[in-house]
């Protein structure tokens, strides 16, 4: 809608400022032409020089006025304007998914919003399907380390091919070269310089968020916060994929050693305890998993993930969320209730029915998507090992 107005804005200032001297051109040949009775020469001159200073006027006016809509559309339009970009290359993360990489077809400005929102927390930015002229969200991934130069100017999508979605289908059947339309970014979550520790349970794609948050909890504001206060940070992530596949090679941390508080003793009398077989260990890794284990080895001990696989029968559930809780328990945190709740976050992002069965459905508000309240699994798990901790659902 915005791109719309301000491409329509500066496309009308150029028409504009062509039509003024075409004006002026029609209307002194007017007062040439043949047939027409002439004033005396110096009726003329009369008029023109009563009428000179408001035209002077009308055109400082006019001229003010189109720079000040320019400079306008510079600050307020572009950010919600599409932007071209073409399409590198596409890597295969499994047989529903993949990572896209684009790059800017304009100039290096265009990628400076995209610097500067990396730092800031998660966000996205929106990718237009110009048959059907309809918009989708995705989450761009952090740039690499392994990468520099010309490619950290590129942004990265794992991207699920949706066979009955309109834009996703659409992304996945481009040819390489292609031009992609996008526009952002759009900050959806802003981190607190406070914050130090992170559960973050991803679901899917929502694996991305979750990789955006490290960069932004570790790169975000190292310059003011220094290396050592970055060493206090943490971000244990906690990923559920529907198939093996998408997290291939991936192998949970282990829990810490004064984990789970102990149960009610009468809550083996009501549930049969489920016997899980451990998970295949594939020696090949999947993009993803390689990428975490590199943040791994970037944050030794700070960085930790489990991997929960929906057709292996394993879940993120109460225990799991309780397991997570106890990572918060640094020396840090020992004063319980009254740390900041900015410090410790839980972060959930995925699909809405992985955010509802978690913490409770987001809901819709006076035309707006709200937080609503947090119940269900992290509420239990909250209440059974009391923290202050924010609960934020992307
Ligand atoms: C903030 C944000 C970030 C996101 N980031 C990512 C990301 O990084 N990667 C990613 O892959 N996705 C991401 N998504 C999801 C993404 O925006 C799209 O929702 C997703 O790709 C599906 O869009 P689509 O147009 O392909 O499917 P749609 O056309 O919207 O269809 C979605 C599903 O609904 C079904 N459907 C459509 N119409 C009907 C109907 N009338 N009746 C019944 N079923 C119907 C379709 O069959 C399909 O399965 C993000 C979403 C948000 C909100």
Not at 340 to 351: D, V
Request: positive net charge; charged residues 25%.
């Amino acid at each position: 809608m915005f791109a719309r107005c301000s491409a329509g804005a500066s496309r009308n200032s150029k028409y504009a400022s062509k039509r003024l001297p075409l004006r002026r051109c029609t209307r002194s040949n007017s007062s040439t032409s043949a047939g027409t009775p002439k004033s005396p020469p110096h009726t003329q001159d009369r008029s023109r020089s009563k009428y000179a200073p408001r035209r002077l006027v009308i055109a400082i006016f006019s001229g003010a006025g189109l720079i000040a809509g320019w400079q306008l559309y510079n600050i307020y339009g572009k950010d919600s304007s599409f932007a071209a970009y073409s399409l590198l290359s596409k890597e295969r993360v499994s047989s529903t998914a993949s990572i896209f990489h684009l790059k800017p077809e304009g100039g290096a400005q265009d990628f400076e919003r995209y610097t500067d929102a990396r730092k800031r927390g998660i966000w996205n930015v929106h990718f237009k399907q110009p048959q059907l002229q309809i918009v989708r969200a995705y989450t761009p991934l952090p740039p690499l380390d392994s990468v520099g130069g010309e490619k950290q100017r590129e942004l990265r999508f794992l991207i699920r091919n949706d066979p009955h979605g309109e834009v996703s289908g659409y992304l996945h059947r481009l040819p390489i070269g292609a031009e992609v339309e996008m526009r952002g970014p759009n900050v959806e979550y802003e981190f607190n310089p406070d914050v130090r520790q992170i559960v973050f349970l991803a679901g899917g794609t929502g694996i991305a968020p979750a990789l955006q948050a490290a960069y932004a909890l570790f790169e975000g504001n190292k310059a003011i916060d220094g290396d050592q206060t970055n060493k206090d940070k943490k971000l244990h992530i906690l990923w559920a994929s529907r198939m093996r596949e998408d997290c291939l090679g991936g192998v949970s941390d282990a829990p810490p050693a004064e984990t789970v508080p102990p149960k009610p003793t009468w809550s083996g009398f009501f549930s049969t305890p489920k016997a899980k077989p451990p998970p295949p260990v594939s020696q090949e890794q999947g993009l993803l998993v390689k990428e975490l284990e590199a943040l791994k080895k970037k944050y030794p001990g700070q960085v930790t993930v489990e991997y929960f696989v929906n057709a292996e029968d394993t879940w993120i559930d109460e225990d799991a969320v309780l397991r997570a809780l106890s990572r918060f328990d640094g020396k840090d945190f020992t004063t319980g209730m009254t740390t900041p709740q900015e410090q410790r976050q839980i972060l959930i992002s995925g699909p809405p029915g992985f955010i509802s069965y978690l913490a409770g459905p987001k809901e819709w508000r006076n035309g707006r998507e709200e937080q609503g309240s947090v119940s269900k699994i992290v509420a239990h798990a909250i209440s059974k090992n009391p923290h202050n901790v924010k609960v934020w659902k992307i």
